[in-house]
């Protein structure tokens, strides 16, 4: 069983950066590719950015390639996600979540993750 709390959400300006965290419970923290999505008003929810087990494989929509960074540490059973240049259709209600083996990387669905946090606000405003 895994645990996720979300923090670090706000409201920023367009092309600020804002970092939000997930902290993870559960002593297999290692063993879950970790994922974050978001969902904004009116939309589907929609796939962010995941990071490998390992740490050393990372993937982004294409709406987010080479403004935000995702990383985790295992130590902390925590993983961020770093946003840079944010736009206002950066906007949403971002979702951390967990999955364990048996799913192909590039597998960005979020009915493939099993365990989801409850969300942190993110606006960016224009």
């Known amino acids: 069983q895994v645990q996720l709390v979300e923090s670090g959400g706000g409201l920023v300006q367009a092309g600020g950066s804002l970092r939000v965290s997930c902290a993870a419970s559960g002593r297999t923290f290692s063993m879950y590719t970790m994922g974050w999505f978001r969902q904004a008003p009116g939309k589907e929810r929609e796939f962010v950015a995941a990071?490998?087990?390992?740490?050393?494989?990372?993937y982004y929509a294409d709406s987010v390639k080479g403004r935000f960074t995702i990383s985790r540490d295992s130590a902390k059973n925590t993983v961020y996600l770093q946003m840079n240049s944010l736009k206002p259709e950066d906007t949403a209600v971002y979702y951390c979540a967990a999955r364990t083996t048996g799913y192909s990387d590039t597998d960005y669905r979020g009915s493939s993750y099993k365990y989801w946090g409850q969300g942190t606000q993110v606006t960016v405003s224009s």
């Open positions: 990071i490998s087990w390992s740490g050393s494989n990372t």
